[in-house]
């Protein structure tokens, strides 16, 4: 790893943390967001463990107005699987329902496993498990799976542990 990945990492620690002693809720995260401007650029460094951190980071920072719309650009342009999969946790992290839909287009069995398991957490943050069960079989069986209560019943108690 780089320095530029080790401080980015650092900062993306800092905002997702919790732990908030001694200051008010969301000031270390919102410091961190206050970096944007910095942090922006790194998702198309060259180096793709400092753009997969970048993702990671400026997720973190709820700065949902000017990140998502730099993880959407990266997603179109990125190729790396490591960085996709950061990515497009990072676009649910923000959005939910953007990541599911972002979601929908990788969960082919053509594309790499780590992309297809962001894939998989994105559509269950967004509650539809449903959905990923009826890509998965058409996927690995060709089979279109009609959904009734039943099935619908037992996606919900699963997704709901």
Known sequence: M?????????????????????VAPATVRETVAEQLPLLLPLLAAGEPDIRRTAAWVVSHTRATSRALPALDLRWDGESEPPVRAEVLAGIARLDPQSGAA??????????????????????????AAVRVFQVLIRAETGVVLTVGRPLLDWAERGTQR
Do not use: C, I, K, N
């Open 102 to 127: 972002v979601a929908t287009t990788v969960l082919d069995p053509f594309q790499p496993a780590e992309v297809r398991m962001a894939a998989v957490f994105a559509s269950l943050d967004a509650d």
């Open 2 to 22: 780089s320095r530029t990945a080790d401080v980015l990492g650092l900062l993306g620690g800092m905002a997702e943390s919790r732990d908030e002693h001694g």
